[in-house]
């Protein structure tokens, strides 16, 4: 990734950040807001807000006008990890105390269900793009695959390759999925290019779940995520050079998105 485009990234994660600090200002009751604070700040990678405003100047769009889109997303993947670190009885969270670690399981549930309000609160003026992602994150996608994942550990249920694959692309690449289609018609972009968009981002949210599965975790599965890495990169072959920092991404090597070594 180029110098110009690392400093893009950083400008637009400054964007976002301070977006985000605005609209959670407005909480009412102090120790929620500290909560809601303490989740969001400081943030993690806003891989998907940043995919959201990404596709929008793929598109030859303003991203500015996908911001608050981008927000909302970082708000229900923020809600996301804060219920799944109480699921998972997970005590530590992008470097610190897991929200429920250090406020208790029922505020950090309310931190949740007030983050996921406010997203679709944010999205109730896209009425089109609120109801793409409210499927996305729904019982046919993110809860949906989140059940998934937990059923699968009981004795009785028979794990396969298929019902892994399925989770990965309910519980983590709809997501995705869903911040590049929605970055794409605030954009403007055609038919064909927002099923590029969603083709890329499936393909790029299952080869992040599949890192994290298994590089992250020391274990190697490089066959399948050099072939996945491969459909990522083709699903954008239609875009001209608006594209080139949304391609860019898989070069990014400071190991906010994919360590060099597994970018080609
Ligand atoms: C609670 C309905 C519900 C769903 C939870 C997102 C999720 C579903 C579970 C998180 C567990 C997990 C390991 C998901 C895989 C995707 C993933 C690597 C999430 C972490 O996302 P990053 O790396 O986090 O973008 P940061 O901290 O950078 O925002």
């Given at each position: ?146 059940t998934e ?51 890329f981002g ?63």
């Open positions: 990734m180029k110098e110009k485009e690392i400093n893009w990234l950083k400008q637009k994660k400054a964007l976002i950040d301070e977006r985000i600090r605005a609209i959670i200002d407005r909480t009412p009751s102090s120790l929620l807001k500290e909560a809601i604070r303490y989740s969001l700040f400081p943030g993690g990678k806003r891989i998907r807000p940043i995919l959201c405003l990404l596709s929008c100047e793929a598109v030859s769009g303003n991203s500015d006008e996908a911001l608050e889109i981008a927000v909302a997303l970082e708000l229900i993947h923020t809600y996301s990890l804060v219920h799944d670190d109480i699921m998972d009885c997970d005590e530590a969270r992008r470097g610190k105390p897991s929200v429920y670690k250090k406020y208790g399981i029922p505020l950090a549930i309310l931190v949740g269900d007030g983050l996921l309000t406010l997203a679709f609160e944010i999205l109730s003026d896209y009425p089109e793009i609120s109801k793409e992602i409210a499927r996305a994150v729904g019982i046919e996608g993110m809860v949906g695959g989140q994942d937990i059923l699968k550990s009981q004795k009785s249920r028979v794990k396969s390759q298929e019902l892994e694959e399925e989770i990965n692309l309910n519980k983590t690449a709809k997501l995705f999925a869903v911040s590049c289609v929605s970055g794409g018609i605030m954009g403007g972009g055609n038919k064909e290019e927002i099923e590029a968009l969603k083709a499936i393909n790029f949210g299952l080869c992040f779940q599949l890192k994290d599965d298994t590089v992250d975790k020391g274990l190697k599965d490089d066959k399948k995520l050099y072939l996945l890495l491969d459909k990522v990169t083709s699903s954008l072959s239609i875009f001209k050079e608006n594209a080139d920092s949304l391609k860019g991404l898989l070069s990014y090597d400071k190991s906010l998105f994919f360590p060099s070594k597994l970018s080609k």
